[in-house]
Structure formats: structure tokens, C-alpha cells
């Protein structure tokens, strides 16, 4: 009897421990932002506290009070966030689309059109993801200087409109639909480039969503090169206004940094909220084929 409720008790254990393991994930993920986006409400005072709560609960009189929206409304008139946000949304709408675009032209190449020095040049391209960021940044940084593009919206957009990374994905992607269809279409005379236009790129809704979902991610949250180009507020993207917090007293402006934080995520998560469905779909069908 004794061995049977082990027994029990150990499959018991055993199932309940990977959903314990998945909340404590869950929890540590999205704590932090629960967290911010409950202190954005609350009034600059009371969001530093011994214990962390929730609930706007006064400092000093231990009272619940109606959350307020001040913290907001200071971080937007403080920020010019209307500009910040129309920069950030140019920028990297512009780039989601040429990056689309691009890659996707550059992965059917290296999938689909035969041509010499193929392999080369694809392994070139993808040794090139091992360089360290900051090895590649300021070449980047010289070459737009000397073409005049500081302190400019082209030269915050022309290096990044297309990504090595997202090319390769792609490629994968495109190496998975069948070769029949090529042989089909230049049987009726399709050239390659309408059939990248007119068939490739209609089935690979999935990918191209997924490239364009990370691509607009990382460069609304790109700081690094907007704050190493740009010195003049009226270029500055939403990453930039929000570093502006820091400086000075940042006791003084945590409130209405945690607001801006909250303003600066809400596009993000609409757009992943949107497109998800195409994230582990356009993964799965990009590594079928080697």
C-alpha cells in the first residue's frame, strides 16, 4: 500500500513539476513589465518601496487612491513624444519594408537561381554574423559620414535595410518549396524575377511576416546607433527621449520614465499580438530543408 501512494505521489510530482517550472518562467518574464506598467500609475512618491506592490498605495498614509494618469501626461509633454513617436514609426517602418524586401530578393537568389560563386558568397555573408557589433559599427559610422548622412533620417535608415540574418531564414524558406514550380513557370516563360514576384513570394507569407515582425521589434528599440549619429532632437526616436531621463537627478524623472517605457512597448506588443501566428510557423517551415 505504502509503495503504491510512493508511486502515486511521485508521478504526481512529477507531472505538476514542468507547469510549476513554465509559471515561475512566466512570472519572472512578465513580472518586471506588470510591474512597470502598474507603477506608471501611480504618483512619483510611492513608486520606490520597500516591498513592491501593485496597487497605488500611498506612502505615507498607507491608503489605496485612484491611479492617475500625471506620470503620463508629464513624460509626453516632456518628451515631444508626438514627434519621437512619428520618428521611430518612419524609421522603422521604412526599414521592415526595404528589409522585406531586400532579403527576400537576395534569398531567392542564393535558393532558387544557379549562378558562379553561389556558395561562396552565401558562407562570406554568413561568416559575417560572427562579427561583433561594435567591430562593425564604426566603419558603418565613417561611411555615412563621409556621405554626408548624419544627423539625417536616410542615415539612420540606409544601414540597416537589410539583415543577413533574416536572408538566411529566408533561404531556408524558399529552398522548401518544390522546383516543379520553377520548371513549370519558365515553361511559360516567366523570368525569375516574376516568379520571386508572382509565386515565391505569395507562399511565403509566414516567413516574411516572422522577418518582418523581428526586424520591426529590434529597430524600434535600436538606441546604439540613432544616439551615435544623431545629436539633434528633432531626428530622436523613442529609445533616445527615453534615455533623456537619465540624465540628471534620475530620482527626479523615474515616474515619468517608467510611463514613457510603457508608451514605447505598447506598439510593439500590438504588432506581435497581430502577427504571433506566423512566428512558429514561419520558424518550423524555414528548417525543414537544409
Known amino acids: 500500500m505504502c509503495n503504491k501512494v510512493s508511486g502515486f505521489t511521485k508521478k504526481r510530482v512529477t507531472r505538476i513539476f514542468p507547469y510549476a517550472l513554465l509559471i515561475i518562467c512566466v512570472l519572472a518574464t512578465t513580472g518586471p513589465f506588470i510591474w512597470m506598467l502598474a507603477s506608471s500609475f501611480k504618483h512619483a512618491r510611492d513608486i520606490s518601496t520597500l516591498v513592491p506592490n501593485l496597487l497605488p498605495v500611498d506612502k505615507v498614509t498607507g491608503k489605496i487612491y485612484v491611479p492617475t494618469m500625471e506620470n503620463y501626461e508629464q513624460a509626453i509633454e516632456y518628451l515631444d513624444f508626438g514627434r519621437m513617436f512619428l520618428n521611430s514609426f518612419l524609421i522603422t517602418s521604412i526599414i521592415t519594408i526595404l528589409n522585406v524586401l531586400f532579403n527576400s530578393m537576395a534569398a531567392f537568389a542564393f535558393a532558387r537561381i544557379p549562378f558562379r560563386g553561389k556558395n561562396p558568397v552565401f558562407y562570406v555573408m554568413l561568416a559575417s554574423l560572427m562579427l561583433p557589433y561594435p567591430a562593425v559599427l564604426v566603419p558603418t559610422f565613417y561611411i555615412i559620414k563621409v556621405m554626408g548622412m548624419l544627423n539625417s533620417y536616410q542615415g539612420l535608415i540606409a544601414p540597416n535595410i537589410a539583415s543577413v540574418a533574416a536572408m538566411f531564414l529566408m533561404r531556408q524558406f524558399f529552398r522548401t518549396l518544390p522546383h516543379e514550380i520553377d520548371e513549370a513557370a519558365q515553361i511559360d516563360g516567366?523570368?525569375?524575377?516574376?516568379?520571386?514576384?508572382?509565386?515565391?513570394?505569395?507562399?511565403?507569407?509566414?516567413?516574411?511576416?516572422?522577418?518582418?515582425?523581428?526586424?520591426?521589434?529590434?529597430?524600434?528599440?535600436?538606441?546604439?546607433?540613432?544616439?551615435?549619429?544623431?545629436?539633434?532632437?528633432?531626428?530622436?526616436?523613442?529609445?533616445l527621449g527615453l534615455g533623456?531621463?537619465?540624465?540628471?537627478?534620475?530620482?527626479?524623472?523615474?515616474?515619468?520614465?517608467?510611463?514613457?517605457?510603457?508608451?514605447?512597448?505598447?506598439?510593439?506588443?500590438?504588432?506581435?499580438?497581430?502577427?504571433q501566428r506566423y512566428i512558429v510557423k514561419g520558424f518550423v517551415t524555414s528548417g525543414i530543408k537544409g
Open 244 to 275: 533623456l531621463f537619465v540624465s540628471g537627478p534620475a530620482e527626479l524623472k523615474k515616474h515619468m520614465m517608467i510611463a514613457g517605457a510603457v508608451l514605447a512597448v505598447i506598439p510593439v506588443l500590438i504588432v506581435f499580438l497581430i502577427f
Open 190 to 239: 516567366c523570368s525569375y524575377f516574376r516568379i520571386y514576384w508572382n509565386i515565391a513570394l505569395p507562399m511565403s507569407t509566414p516567413i516574411l511576416a516572422t522577418s518582418a515582425i523581428f526586424t520591426f521589434i529590434w529597430h524600434w528599440n535600436n538606441y546604439i546607433w540613432p544616439l551615435v549619429i544623431i545629436n539633434s532632437t528633432k531626428f530622436y526616436t523613442i529609445p
